[in-house]
């Protein structure tokens, strides 16, 4: 965490006075002055250096939470009209639910930490916004360093007030083109996430004929340092589109992302998508079919512990298999089809070493630079296993009911289905790190979105074209679907 840009060559002010404005800012009931004692703080935070803005958080998620021996007291005045309710037997009840609206009220109030009116005050402040949300982001450095309660739940508080602020009635939806500001190219060159934009030639290319690219923009925010989720829609991502615009009937979703850390978790990209589809359907009738070519950024962190897992049991169950200690056989998972072990086996040495074939498998994951990706009889061996354990990771492995994977989890919430896996499709250095170069389509039919996205909300259904459903059927018979809990 580090002070903005904007603010590096600024003098660092007195680290009490900007605690004291941030004092002033909370407890003032001077309406005419407050602009200026937001404006104040604001400018002081920004000008603190690392330790100082550390120092400052920390003081404003301890000293100004709630009153908890306030909130005892109101808990214990509760209790007590209620045992007065059991012992009247009904009797004075007007004055009984009067005592409980009023403790009820007092409790509402008391359980609202302190920084509630930094957050409401900032938020109705010119300007406050971006505050906020650097705000926020320099909490999220903190937390990723050292796990504090109290700051944990200053972000939650905040986290919760910017996703009412950023609702998406108070968002307006911006279509991104050539001629928009400089400073707004330049920021989606800089954090586009999934394919990186080389320079603004290669932006320019991107907004051309056959590509889209929609934000959502803040009016409160200036355009220069917005926050907006990005989002590319095009035909497809080669320099030149290989049919008319006119004659297109699929767009492709190929990366979303955002320029503000501060708004990490909050989900706005379900918005956008859901107001693209409808956009771009008014503009283009012919366009029938909406996708995404998505990474699945768990996959092999996922597959490589279940087989450094799954190969141990095999070992141990392999050395049991004499005796009457069958403990390990009871977790055993069929990770492995028999072809496919005996394919793995069947490789010399030469190229990888390991007593069974899930353990060749993870070795062979785990080399250095990714080299199984570059030699052909390597590439046939691993398609057939990786394409079916990826299948499985994304329709069986679960967490809390829901997709286990954080882009699936997006993308099947907002009603997509899972269409197709694509094999070898990103062999970057992440692209084969995450997901042994793998991707996935989602797509996104409007006549199913609705009934996809409750049916996943309720009952965690997952839909998926049958293309996708084979890779997993066989084992649909002897082996049910995970549910991670955690």
Known sequence: MQPSSDNANKPQRDFEHVRDSMHSAISMNKTEVIDTVLNDFSEGYFSLCYENRRRLLLVLAKEYDLNRTQVCELIKQYLGVLGEEAQSAGHEEDGVLGSFYRIERNLRHALKPMYEGLFERLNMHPGGLKVLTSLRADILSILAEENIASLRALDSYLKEKLGTWLSPAALELHQITWDDPASLLEKIVAYEAVHPISNLLDLKRRLGVGRRCFGYLHAAIPVETSDYLWLNFQEVLWDDPPIPECEATCALFYSISSTQRGLAGINLGKFLIKRVITLVKRDMPHISTFA??????????????????????AEVNDISQSSADRSGSAFRENILEPEEEKALMDLSEEFVAG???????????????HEWSNFAPLLSILKTPLLRLCARYLLQEKKRGKALDSVANFHLQNGAMIERINWMADRSENGLHQSAGIMVNYVYRLENIEEYAQSYFSTGQIHASDDVCRYVEPLNEHQPATDKRG
Request: aromatic share 6%.
């Open 355 to 369: 007593k069974n074939g899930m353990e060749r498998m993870l070795n062979l994951l785990t080399s250095k630079n």
């Open 292 to 313: 995404t070519i998505s990474p699945i950024p768990g996959f092999i962190q996922w597959l490589l512990s279940k087989l450094a897992s799954q190969s141990k049991l």
